[in-house]
């Protein structure tokens, strides 16, 4: 079988995340957001796990259901996942974005704005899943 995506190399191909709680975690946080993302779930295995797809972006996201739990709430800043970002279309398709997190009453951790100190024409919204991973939607002007 051919590679899909031919000079891709680098690229991400797909994130696994275990969530403490699978139906929850998806119910009120990855269904809205991946799916107006453009994922959509490919499998499904219930109290074990999903597969997301984005055919456009040609990568994929798993949800895990977490098999231990963990001493305290999430910390980003111990060794780990930090965040993931998702690429924009534009500063007003972050803006879009982010009235749709107020509404499916996901937390906003950081507002849209310009974040020059992460580079040239960087705009971006943070937020978190049920488990306090962080997220962000982000347009970026790129200098060739």
């Known amino acids: 079988m051919a590679n899909v995506l031919k000079g891709a190399r680098g690229a991400v191909n797909h994130l696994t995340l275990s ?71 534009s500063p007003a398709d972050v803006d879009a974005f982010h009235d749709k997190l107020i509404g499916w009453s996901i937390p906003v951790l950081d507002a849209p704005k310009a974040y020059p100190q992460y580079g040239p024409g960087y705009y971006a919204v943070f937020f978190a899943d049920p488990d306090g991973l962080k997220f962000e939607l982000t347009y970026q002007t790129i200098e060739a």
């Not at 403490?20 to 490919?42: H, I, N, Q, R, W």
């Not at 597969?51 to 910390?75: C, K, M, T």
């Open 19 to 89: 969530v403490s709680d699978l139906a929850a975690c998806e119910a009120a946080f990855y269904t809205p957001v991946l799916t107006e993302l453009g994922y959509e779930k490919v499998e499904e295995h219930p109290g074990q796990f999903t597969v997301w797809f984005n055919a456009a972006a040609v990568s994929a996201i798993s949800l895990s259901q977490a098999e231990r739990s963990h001493d305290g709430p999430y910390d980003r800043y111990r060794p780990g996942f930090h965040h993931f970002a998702f690429w924009a279309d």
